[in-house]
């Protein structure tokens, strides 16, 4: 009985320890704190909204940065952009804008085409 007792300890342990690890990855920070969308009604430019923390303030140049590492990494993965884009506008969430998600930063990004040559 003893035996097994310590089997199910490891295997809490193990857990627990996959689960911090997973939480503290790159790919889980860019899903739980920004998204990447097209407008409902079209347009030739993507959203891209993001979260303020404390980790991550709002006029902070490493916060920015990081930022701008997911906005890439959410291209890059989305195969859009591969001209190269550019960030039309940044702002804050308006009051009556539709933000289910409860987001405070929105991006408004457009890709650079460039014509066939």
Same mark, same amino acid.
Request: proline share 6%; charged share 20%; with cysteine.
């Given at each position: 009985?003893?035996?097994?007792?310590? @089997?199910? $300890?490891?295997? $809490?342990?193990? #857990? $627990?320890?996959?689960?911090?690890?997973? &939480?503290?990855?790159?790919?889980? /920070?860019? &899903?739980?704190?920004? +998204?990447?969308?097209?407008?409902?009604?079209?347009?030739?430019?993507?959203?891209?909204? %993001?979260?303020?923390? *404390?980790?991550?303030? @709002?006029?902070?140049?490493?916060?920015? /940065? /990081?930022?701008?590492?997911?906005? /890439?990494?959410? @291209? %890059?993965?989305?195969?859009?952009? *591969?001209?190269?884009?550019?960030? %039309?506008?940044?702002?804050?969430?308006?009051? @009556?804008?539709?933000? *289910?998600? +409860?987001?405070?930063?929105?991006?408004? %990004?457009?890709?650079? #085409? $460039?014509?066939?040559?």
């Amino acid at each position: 009985m003893t035996r097994l007792v310590w @089997l199910a $300890v490891l295997f $809490v342990i193990a #857990v $627990v320890s996959g689960c911090a690890q997973m &939480h503290n990855n790159e790919d889980h /920070q860019r &899903h739980s704190m920004s +998204r990447i969308s097209q407008p409902l009604n079209g347009g030739d430019f993507l959203w891209f909204d %993001v979260k303020v923390t *404390p980790q991550l303030p @709002l006029d902070n140049e490493a916060a920015e /940065q /990081q930022r701008q590492i997911w906005l /890439q990494s959410w @291209l %890059v993965r989305r195969n859009m952009c *591969p001209d190269g884009y550019e960030i %039309v506008e940044r702002r804050p969430f308006e009051f @009556l804008e539709h933000n *289910p998600a +409860r987001l405070d930063i929105r991006y408004k %990004v457009k890709c650079i #085409v $460039v014509a066939p040559g």
